[in-house]
């Protein structure tokens, strides 16, 4: 100490100085430190704001499933009320960024995040079952939707939606299985506590041998998983099931004329 003493500060202002001087300046020192501290801390919290009210913003967006350039026109309608009731805070909202490249980058960001809280709970399963339902857009894409539910050694039961895989070649057995089992490694699920599979009515998920399920079954007795999963179907579309049995004959035939009629000629389908 005497070292760094008589090499940085002998020359200084406080050599002259007596105890009570020294003591006197080093207080005053001390508080001009705490109030450049307390000035970046309330810079840091400012922007801090400003950060979160971007990602609001950007999250509303998604939810609602509008473009990324809207981004852009809230923030222009936001200034425009500013100037309107409370012009000396305008400088605070001109700070908010929403063009449609952070827009992009705010709902990516929140994508992984919610990806990765989701594969944190699904590593917390004892048990877990599967749904999976194959239906076509509006776009004729196939569109293999997973849902997930397990329960935790707490008996904490969580049910969420996986993935929506589109099918855009055929939609056969195998192309259902392989998009499952793709998502099941994706999200690192544990295929020895897969204890459940539900699907659709449909031959490609029921089949005994090429079925959707079979073949998840049976990949997962191969790997060495030997406990039991059982197979359930028709379970989502209840009301397909009861149509079957039901007799809605004189219903239903009125119901598929108006359809292929509709969806029959480009011009018909545009119409309505």
Same mark, same amino acid.
């Given at each position: 100490m005497r070292l760094h003493w008589e090499t940085q500060h002998q020359a200084s202002s406080f050599a002259s100085m007596s105890a009570a001087e020294r003591k006197e300046a080093i207080v005053k020192l001390s508080g001009n430190l705490?109030?450049?501290?307390?000035?970046?801390?309330?810079?840091?919290?400012?922007?801090?704001?400003?950060?979160?009210?971007?990602? =609001?913003?950007?999250?509303?967006?998604?939810?609602?499933?509008?473009?990324?350039?809207?981004?852009?026109?809230?923030?222009?309608?936001?200034?425009?009320?500013?100037?309107?009731?409370?012009?000396?805070?305008?400088?605070?909202?001109?700070?908010?960024?929403?063009?449609?490249?952070?827009?992009?980058?705010?709902?990516? =960001?929140?994508?992984?995040?919610?990806?990765?809280?989701?594969?944190?709970?699904?590593?917390?399963?004892?048990?877990?079952?599967?749904?999976?339902?194959?239906?076509?857009?509006?776009?004729?894409?196939?569109?293999q939707a997973i849902f997930i539910r397990g329960v935790t050694a707490a008996l904490q039961v969580y049910e969420e939606f996986l993935q929506l895989v589109p099918l855009h070649g055929t939609t056969t057995g195998q192309d259902i299985f392989d998009a499952v089992l793709q998502c099941v490694k994706q999200h690192s699920l544990d295929q020895s506590r897969l204890v459940w599979v539900t699907t659709d009515g449909a031959p490609a998920m029921t089949g005994k041998k090429k079925g959707a399920a079979s073949l998840l079954v049976r990949h997962c007795e191969v790997a060495g998983n030997t406990q039991p999963i059982h197979k359930v179907h028709c379970i989502i579309h209840q009301e397909s099931l009861c149509s079957k049995s039901a007799n809605f004959t004189d219903v239903m035939s009125v119901v598929v004329k108006v359809v292929n009629s509709i969806l029959s000629r480009s011009l018909n389908h545009r119409q309505f």
């Open positions: 705490q109030k450049n501290t307390s000035l970046f801390r309330k810079q840091t919290t400012e922007a801090d704001k400003v950060t979160r009210a971007s990602y =609001e913003v950007s999250r509303l967006l998604a939810r609602r499933m509008k473009p990324f350039t809207d981004g852009d026109f809230i923030k222009e309608c936001i200034l425009v009320v500013i100037d309107s009731l409370c012009p000396e805070k305008r400088s605070a909202f001109e700070s908010v960024s929403l063009s449609p490249r952070t827009v992009c980058r705010r709902i990516e =960001e929140m994508s992984d995040s919610v990806n990765d809280s989701l594969k944190t709970c699904c590593s917390n399963f004892d048990a877990f079952s599967l749904a999976l339902d194959e239906s076509t857009d509006m776009k004729d894409t196939a569109q």
